[in-house]
């Protein structure tokens, strides 16, 4: 794992993922572990992370039941859990993983005010929330809320549509894009990831570029929002195909021929 990080940062990627629910609990402490050996590549990375999400789970066996947790003492404590496991002093970015229906905004506030003032978290966002949701907490946190992490990819179109894009456009906020190729199913012999494919690999054809992952992410990138792709491997040439991206640009047409695959159906 540390070889694939300080190989990552070689090609450009800094910024890390993680969430306290992931890997039944145990991911922040297997990268903590990674971490601790070369104590020197924190200050070269971001390490993003979530909270609120819980599942039973054998790490923490008094969770009982999958639920949302937004309440201070839960922030808190898993805040404070997320510095112990990665094994780094700070978070860099802390977001809330979901937005209980029943949140109380004042207690995610508090949180976030006393892990700011301790230096324990620098910046402060979200994931999965609707412009409505992102801009009542906003109204009662008190530091810049700078990013939602949502889905986008090809596949999963409904932020380009429903206002989610266009709310952190107004705001010059950055989304991060989780699943940006779809969990992997751009790369399905399905109908509609086929004809994606198909889109993709004409437009790369004209730009010398025949690798899918690359255009699916070059797609992204191309969107004025300045989506940052969230992705999900651990393999080096994917990391490679990714950074790859960055040199290729679409143009509104080409953007939109996608876009038009993608959903089966010509636009109005
Ligand atoms: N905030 C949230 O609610 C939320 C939800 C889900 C995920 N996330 C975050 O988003 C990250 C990315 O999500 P994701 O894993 O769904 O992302 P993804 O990048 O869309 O999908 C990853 C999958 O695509 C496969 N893949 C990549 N390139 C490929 C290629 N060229 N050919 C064939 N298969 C290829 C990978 O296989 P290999 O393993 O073989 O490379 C892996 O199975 C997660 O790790 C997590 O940090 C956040």
Redesign the pocket.
């Known amino acids: 794992m540390l070889t694939f990080v300080k190989q990552g940062l070689e090609l450009g990627v800094d910024t890390l ?3 306290a629910c ?1 890997g039944a609990f145990t991911s922040e402490a297997e990268f903590g572990r990674a971490l601790a050996l070369d104590k020197s590549l924190r200050a070269q990375l971001t390490l993003v992370t ?1 909270c609120g999400i819980l599942y039973p789970n054998e790490e923490l066996p008094d969770i009982k039941s999958h639920h949302y947790d937004n309440s201070y003492r839960h922030i808190m404590w898993s805040a404070q859990r997320s510095i112990e496991k990665l094994q780094c002093d700070y978070l860099d970015v802390l ?1 809330i ?2 937005l209980s229906p029943c949140a109380d905004p004042e207690q995610i506030a508090r949180a976030f005010d006393e892990l700011y003032q301790t230096g324990k978290v620098r910046y402060f966002g979200v ?2 929330y609707t412009p409505a949701k992102f801009a009542m907490l906003q109204s009662y946190v008190n530091q810049p809320l700078i990013t939602n ?3 986008i ?1 090809p596949l999963h179109r409904q932020a380009f549509d429903d206002g989610t894009l266009d709310f952190l456009l107004e705001k010059r906020i950055q989304p991060m894009a ?7 199913r ?2 399905n012999q399905d109908e509609n990831s086929r004809a994606v494919q198909k889109t993709l690999l004409e437009i790369g054809e004209t730009k010398g570029e025949t ?3 690359t255009l699916a992410y070059a797609w992204l990138l191309a969107h004025p929002a300045k989506i940052m ?7 080096i040439e ?1 990391v490679k ?1 990714a950074a790859d991206a960055l040199r290729i640009s679409f143009t509104e047409e080409e953007w939109i021929k996608v876009y038009v695959a993608a959903q089966g159906r010509d636009i109005p």
Request: proline share 6%.
């Open positions: 993922d993680h969430a992931y979530k977001l993983h979901r994931s999965n992490q949502i889905e990819s989780w699943s940006p190729l779809a969990g992997g751009l790369f690798r899918l992952d792709p969230v992705m999900g491997s651990g393999k994917r195909s």
